[in-house]
């Protein structure tokens, strides 16, 4: 007999992108950063820890939540950090999606909310996409009507692909909360500030952030939620008392301070993402238009799981991915290559032309 809520007996569980323990390694399998955070962080995480660990942290995050609050244009109490974007995915489902409660999410997407509707019990249904990424909003639209919480990443992973405000609008249901995971927005041509929660729907819908991707904080596990208050603070109550330490706290607030080093990065990252998107089409492969720090390609004669496997055994590492029954029932697989430094888009573009050519 199991000890275990059958819910958990059931799923198999989250795998995350191998993280490679020795040295050596090209990684464009989880879409980190290539380039260090702000100098401001080092400073702030020493300042930190010299001062009084002993004692807890500030349980509302005051600080950053002024700071971030300022960068969206809004009060602090429209602020609710985490420990990482992930914590705050698991704070909505746990306030919006009782038991039974329909979650719904795009597909192919983050399989991640999946896993989430599982733990909490709640039913999920799939917003399946047509092949070019795009809505069918008619056939969608009872499953969205009925849901108590829709999660949306935009940009969206794997494509990359980014949706405009009236499509996202139109995905927000009449009786629950649209979540708009924003972890890549930073990245995007056109980057903003949540001017989304100020439309007329705007109190049904919640933004999250990481400092993970744009911020180069991967390794302190950060992020934050912006919406109206009424949500935030109902949030607020299923929360850890301190969810975010005194020193992830720290180095947050240093690099949400300095915008020009993660706009300087993110510059070079689009450049570099225009770049590799070309090379992977003279190569022969389909590549996405992406509006992240990543490009979602397939080739339409190669197997994707033996370029991965190649690359791998050279040290370089991608992401390849399998979505069954995805696009119009037929199952996808491709290569999710995170856009790396120069160097490493450069090698990594030698070794694939030497794979496929």
């Keep these: 007999m199991s000890l275990f809520r059958p819910a958990i007996d059931r799923i198999e569980g989250y795998l995350p992108g191998e993280q490679p323990q020795e040295t050596g390694w090209i990684k464009l399998n989880t879409n980190e950063n290539p380039y260090p955070p702000s100098p401001r962080v080092a400073e702030a995480i020493a300042a930190a820890a010299a001062g009084k660990l002993n004692i807890y ?3 509302l995050v005051t600080r950053f939540r002024e700071t971030a609050g300022a960068l969206f244009n809004v009060d602090a109490d429209w602020i609710l950090p985490a420990n990482g974007s992930d914590e705050n995915l698991t704070i909505l489902m746990r306030s919006f999606a009782d038991g039974g409660d329909l979650v719904s999410f795009p597909y192919p997407s ?22 070019d990424w795009s809505w069918d909003f008619d056939r969608v639209r009872p499953i969205i009507n009925e849901s108590r919480l829709v999660l949306v990443p935009n940009p969206n992973s794997p494509s990359g692909n980014e949706w405009s405000r009236d499509e996202i609008l139109n995905l927000v249901s009449p009786n629950g909360v649209l979540v708009l995971d924003e972890a890549y927005g930073d990245f995007a041509d056109e980057p903003h500030r949540g001017q989304i929660l100020q439309s007329d729907l705007g109190r049904q819908i919640v933004i999250t952030r990481t400092l993970s991707k744009s911020y180069s904080l991967a390794g302190i596990r950060f992020g934050f939620a912006v919406a109206h208050p009424d949500l935030i603070s109902g949030m607020r109550k299923v929360k850890d008392s301190y969810n975010c330490n005194t ?37 022969g492969f389909e590549a996405v238009e992406s509006q992240a720090n990543f490009v979602w390609s397939t080739h339409p004669e190669r197997s994707h799981q033996e370029i991965y496997q190649t690359l791998k055994s050279r040290k370089i590492l991608v992401r390849f991915m399998k979505f069954p029954d995805a696009l119009d029932g037929e199952e996808i697989t491709g290569l999710r290559i995170t856009v790396g430094t120069d160097e490493e888009t450069n090698r990594f573009l030698a070794e694939l032309t030497s794979i496929v050519k």
């Design 110 to 131: 983050y399989i991640l909310y999946e896993t989430l509707a599982d733990i909490q019990g709640a039913r999920h249904q799939r917003l399946q996409l047509n092949k």
């Design 247 to 283: 020193l992830s706290i720290a180095a947050a607030t240093a690099a949400i301070q300095d915008q020009d080093w993660m706009r300087k990065n993110t510059r070079k990252i689009r450049a570099t993402r225009a770049r590799l998107t070309a090379e992977l089409r003279s190569l």
């Design 57 to 59: 942290p500030d349980p």
